[in-house]
Structure formats: C-alpha cells, structure tokens
C-alpha cells in the first residue's frame, strides 16, 4: 500500500504537525471504528461522533508513523568526522509511543548518551532516532533497545546509553490503578558497561543545570 506520508527529512524536522494520510488506510480504519463504537454501545450517526471514527483512524495513523521512517538513515544523514571523544549526552527527551497489549499510550522522557569513536552526529538526530522508535506499537523494554541499537550500529561509538522513563496509561487507567508508578528501563553497551563510565551518565542525567 502506497503510504503519503512525508519521507524527505526537512519536511518533519522539527516535529512539523503532519496532515497527510494515506485515505485509503483512513477510511478502511474508519469503518471499522464506527463498529467499534456501534459494539461499545454509542450511536455513531450522534453529531459529537459523526467524524470521530475519521479522527480516530487520522490520529493512529499519526501515532504510528514511524513505521515509515527509517532511523539509521536520519543519523546517517547528519554524520560527521569529529575527534571529539567525551560523553555526549541529550537528556529529557520527550516520549510519546503506545503499548501494544493496550493500545494506549505511555509517555515519559529519554535520556541518551553516546562516545564518539571518529563520528559524531546532529544532536537534533537523537531524539528524531527516540521519537521514529516511539511512533509504533511497542513495549518499552524493546524501544529502549531499538534506540541503543540503531545508535551503536550506525555511528558505532565507543559505548551508548538508553534510559527511558515512563507513565503507562494502560497501567494507570485500568485494573492496577498505580496512578503515580514510573518505569525504567536501561540499555548500555561498550564502556558504558563499565560502572565508572555508567555512573557517569547516571550522575550527568539526574544532575540539574541550576
Ligand atoms: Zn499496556
């Protein structure tokens, strides 16, 4: 199936508010909605529900868009040969993904960190790399580790940090009612497998600039 989202890199850099969609996948995730809330008990035709289906299948169509990105190719787009060789780390990246045993959202903030051996990459990169992951269906667990692993595959660094922090809608809204509870997951790989390295970015990501 054709998609029509946009795949040039200027187009959505900066997190420009995509409208495109694919009106085909639109208008089949359409009908199965008005169903949906036809079973839910709800009357579609009411006037506050006429377009919802439409908006609802707009909206998942949004939130899993980066099934059509490709993040090695953002970070390849903006590598450079550089000899710098400390920690760099971009933190309080802003998360937005869904879990893919609810369908609900869970949200939160990244925090990563990479040395450099010989590349270094556009800091913008990095959180287009977190929000490319983020736009499917996922597990946080497996997020966490698409980043590390894009990240270390292809600027191959001495070592990459993954933490991702999250709320878990399906956590809060239903059954458990943990309203507060935070996940944390973890991916390191090369020096930051050593502790000293890994406290390091631990100490620099909790550490406030004020
Ligand atoms: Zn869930």
Redesign the pocket.
């Known amino acids: 199936m054709e998609n029509n989202f946009p795949l040039n890199e200027e187009e959505i850099d900066g997190y420009v508010k995509i409208d495109r969609y694919n009106p085909e996948k639109v208008a089949r995730i359409a009908a199965h909605y008005a169903e949906i809330l036809e079973l839910l008990g709800e009357d579609p035709s009411r006037s506050g529900l006429v377009k919802t289906p439409e908006r609802v299948a707009k909206a998942l169509q949004f939130l899993t868009h980066g099934y059509d990105l490709d993040a090695a190719t953002v970070l390849r787009s903006a590598m450079f040969e550089e000899e710098y060789s400390q920690m760099v780390v971009v933190k309080d990246i802003e998360v937005y993904s869904m879990?893919?045993?609810?369908m609900?959202p869970?949200f939160g903030k990244a925090h990563v960190a990479y040395i450099p051996n010989g590349h270094i990459v556009g800091l913008s990169k990095i959180p287009r790399v977190v929000d490319i992951f983020a736009r499917r269906l996922q597990v946080q667990e497996r997020l966490t580790n698409e980043i590390r692993d894009c990240i270390h595959k292809t600027l191959q660094p001495a070592g990459v940090a993954v933490v991702v922090e999250c709320k878990?809608l399906?956590?809060c809204m239903r059954g458990v009612q943990k309203q507060n509870s935070v996940t944390t997951t973890s991916a390191f790989t090369g020096e930051f497998v050593h502790e000293r390295t890994r406290n390091e970015f631990l100490r620099l990501i909790t550490a406030s600039l004020g």
């Open positions: 879990c893919e045993h609810h609900l869970f878990h399906c956590m």
